[in-house]
């Protein structure tokens, strides 16, 4: 099965959605535009049922096929709404309009691929039990995934199978990439807050250097990923934030540290989060400083099902050709709220390519409109193959 005809056809108008997503991003859960766009399409669209408020401000409508026949079962599909607190540094005709807010992960395109296809089932539901179209609020660090299960989501809507896709700068337009098993990693962020003592840079011995044990304790983490994990697991521990001092010739009281760990399992995971505590109390204690840190649980492993993935592997293959999926692509180490989901109900997430574009979170990135066609049509082929009655 090739590119759905009607899909194609509504390109341009599904293009016309996600530009002006582009031009209103939104944060976190404050996402009502969008919410309000999408709820309010969902019902023009005909959905059986379009429920607001699911997870504070995420929507979700709901369409009832009516072939004959079959193994009735229940699918949800899944597409963030949130943008990031990026300013966009693009000239497009549609830039945001939304001073340091942007649309730098695409998640305009994957709202949008979604509506392609809510629209489409609405029209033909041309397949025999239930597809729930879910348009979740903060992926980008709320957890908005996990506000939503909490919500009920899964059991309101007797959902037994969910399916998230997310576009990929580098792979090409018309390629899908995937695996079974972990394919995205958990995280932990740490914050370290180190207070020494203050003394003049000319005198360090009466003091005690925050910035020299900050230091140490960095040095230390990386032997942690090389020294106490395993050499063929995947772990990630990153300091990006270290501030200390205001003045070249004091030394300062205080430091602060902020960073992010990750992980592809949760033993690797727990181990991490173990030495972590042991190199930072132990290395403020060996300077006699104290030390203020917090490990503050962020996403869990994003884990495939081995029988979803196989089925997203089949479908996209129908859609762009089995030559085109890349059915054991390597794990990233980037997180993805949509592994709660994953933990509440068996799935697969996918990966679309969006060509040679900028990165995702780069200021200069931009969906690719020539995605829609493909995202959607694997959306469409998905629900009526897996209940084709």
Known sequence: MPIVNRVADLQGEIAAWRQDLHAH???????????????EKLKAFGCDEVVAGIGRTGVVGVIKGNRPGGTRKTIGLRADMDALPIQEASELPYKSTVAGKMHACGHDGHTAMLLGAAKYLAETRNFAGTAVMIFQPAE??????????????MDRFAIEEVYGMHNYPGLAAGE????????????????????????????????????VIGAQMINAFQSIVSRNVDPVEAAVVSITVFKA???????????????????????????????????????????????????RRGYPVLSNHARETAFAVAVAGEVVG????DADMPPVMGAEDFSYMLEARPGAFIF???????????????????????????????????MAG
């Open 322 to 325: 089995t030559d085109r999926v």
């Open 245 to 295: 001092g205001s003045a070249d010739n004091v030394i300062p009281q205080t430091a602060q540290l902020r960073g992010t760990a990750r992980t592809l399992k949760p033993e690797v995971r727990e181990l991490l989060r173990k030495r972590l505590a042991e190199v930072i109390e132990g290395t403020a204690r060996l300077h006699g400083a104290t030390v203020n840190f917090n490990l």
């Open 176 to 211: 899908f990439s995937i695996r079974t098993g972990p394919i995205m990693a958990s995280t932990d962020n740490i914050s370290i807050d180190i207070e020494g003592l203050g003394a003049h840079a000319a005198k360090p011995h009466e003091g005690i250097d925050p910035i």
């Open 140 to 153: 980008e660090g709320g957890a908005g995934g996990l506000a939503m299960v909490k919500d009920g989501l």
């Open 25 to 39: 991003p939104e944060l976190l859960y404050d996402v009502h535009r969008t919410a309000a766009s999408v709820a």
């Open 352 to 386: 679309v390519g969006n060509g040679d574009t900028a990165g995702l979170h780069h200021p200069r990135y931009n969906f690719n409109d020539a995605v829609i066609p493909y995202g959607t049509s694997y959306w469409v082929r998905l629900v009526e193959t897996a």
